[in-house]
């Protein structure tokens, strides 16, 4: 299995990842103008992108997923519960879903709260064994942090949801798994994200200050730091959702 983390624009972090043996390739959270990049990386490691995943609709950032797929000729992937929201065809996502990409499977975990959207990744390199090895969290649990639940609005709702995906789809999870986030700090999609890149679900869990909260504490914590919305969101959102 190969691993590539791209540091992109906005504090955002994208992935590349996938099986060289079978040739089988995975772009993930892609941020316009680096679909180059992911091209590039492709043609050294000579596999082919088979699946172009965004694990939600971007509101601080402009997405490049559609536009490499597009270019590729390969499925454009979001969770199912988007659909309602694009105004052009997608791959749809379901909570479960296996996704074979050689000797590598990825697992859709769905973890609504940031947005009603929001999925993780669960990767196993079955050639290193059965257990999973990492999962990227996207704007779900940060190293440090969590999303934030505001941006469609009900945040007191959305963080409810938000500490039910956590508590229920990840924490779960055994400890020594690794997480790769959708940001690092700088970002505006969570508040005291940290400035390291990766960690471990065991980690988190004993300096992760929300996730030793109870759900009410854990809600209340989480609104009343929400940071300033992203700058042009509307924008952006209406960017990634139009065709």
């Known amino acids: 299995m190969f691993f590539k983390q791209l540091h992109a624009k906005d504090a955002s972090l994208s992935y590349f990842f996938g099986c060289a043996g079978k040739g089988k390739a995975i772009a993930v959270d892609v941020v316009a103008g680096d679909e180059s990049w992911f091209m590039e990386e492709a043609e050294k490691a000579n596999v082919k992108i088979q699946y172009v995943i965004d694990t939600h609709i971007h509101a601080d950032h402009y997405s490049g997923g559609r536009a490499l797929a597009d270019v590729l000729g390969v499925p454009y992937a979001l969770n199912e519960s988007a659909q309602s929201l694009l105004s052009f065809a997608i791959e749809p996502l379901h909570d479960g879903q296996l996704l074979d990409v050689g000797n590598v499977v990825v697992k859709v975990l769905h973890t609504p709260g940031h947005t009603q959207e929001s999925i993780c990744l669960l990767v196993t390199d079955k050639r290193r064994g059965d257990e999973p090895w990492f999962v990227i969290t996207g704007d779900t649990l940060f190293v440090g942090a969590t999303g934030r639940p505001d941006l469609a609005g009900r945040e007191q709702e959305m963080a409810g949801i938000l500490f039910d995906s956590i508590h229920s789809k990840l924490l779960t999870l055994p400890n020594e798994l690794e997480i790769f986030p959708g940001h690092q700090a700088g970002s505006a999609c969570g508040a005291g994200l940290s400035g390291k890149p990766s960690s471990t679900l065991g980690f988190e869990k004993r300096w992760n200050a929300a996730l030793s909260l109870d759900r ?24 990634n959702t139009r065709a």
């Open 216 to 239: 009410n504490a854990f809600i209340e914590q989480l609104i009343a730091n929400i940071p300033p919305r992203p700058k042009d969101m509307d924008k952006i959102i209406t960017a």
